[in-house]
């Protein structure tokens, strides 16, 4: 197992740094694409939290593999993007928003192939602050002990299609699927602040 908190704060292993170097890890170094399912769970999600992984995942699943995104939606807050969502339908993943009163907040990212699970647990959104910018804890699981605490990614999706929640396939050919009207537009005139962090900005103008 391996533990950090990023931006270069502290981990127990030199080639874990932070949440991006452990998805490195997860999804690139070793791995073979094609091979088995990378998984994706965020309540926050924008276009730079994937601009690291997007090739890896093109190339995974044009090689059979898979990728499965569970995001958060709102229509009152800024949650997942059109954009991230966009993209992650370009290459291929299959992507599912759920909308609930009490969000999604769960962030953890992981594979499944036959060899088995591994699973990295964070406090890190998928967005480009959480990848690398904001004070972020992270844990990386490996096969074995992820096999040892009975951890499984097809348990665990089962399990988010069994509760009561909205869960919403948006698809590119359906623009007016209620799912994009759950997704903020990043691209526009107002100022975007990101993540769960609420944040005061108290403006004063002084005149001379």
């Not at 091979?35 to 997007?54: A, E, L, M, P, Q």
């Not at 709102?74 to 992650?88: C, D, G, N």
């Not at 599912?96 to 036959?114: D, E, M, Q, V």
């Amino acid at each position: 197992m391996q533990f950090a908190i990023h931006p270069n704060v502290y981990n127990t292993s030199p080639g874990s740094k932070g949440l991006l170097h452990m998805l490195e890890q997860t999804w690139i170094r070793g791995k073979t694409a094609g091979d088995g399912t990378f998984y994706i769970v965020s309540g926050f999600s924008n276009y730079n939290g994937g601009v690291r992984f997007y090739d890896t995942f093109k190339q995974h699943i044009e090689k059979g593999g898979r990728c499965v995104a569970f995001l958060g939606g709102s229509t009152s807050q800024r949650l997942s993007s059109q954009q991230v969502v966009a993209q992650l339908l370009e290459i291929g993943c299959q992507v599912y928003i759920i909308n609930r009163k009490r969000l999604l907040h769960a962030k953890c990212y992981g594979h499944s192939s036959a060899t088995g699970d591994s699973l990295v647990v964070s406090s890190g959104n998928f967005t480009g602050p959480g990848m690398s910018q904001n004070i972020e804890a992270s844990l990386l699981i490996e096969e074995a002990n992820v096999l040892e605490m009975g951890f499984s990614w097809q348990a665990l999706t089962e399990s988010f299609f069994s509760q009561s929640w909205d869960i919403y396939t948006p698809s590119l050919e359906d623009k007016e699927h209620p799912s994009w009207k759950l997704l903020y537009n990043e691209v526009g005139p107002a100022i975007v602040l990101e993540d769960e962090q609420e944040v005061t900005m108290l403006i004063t103008l002084v005149h001379a």
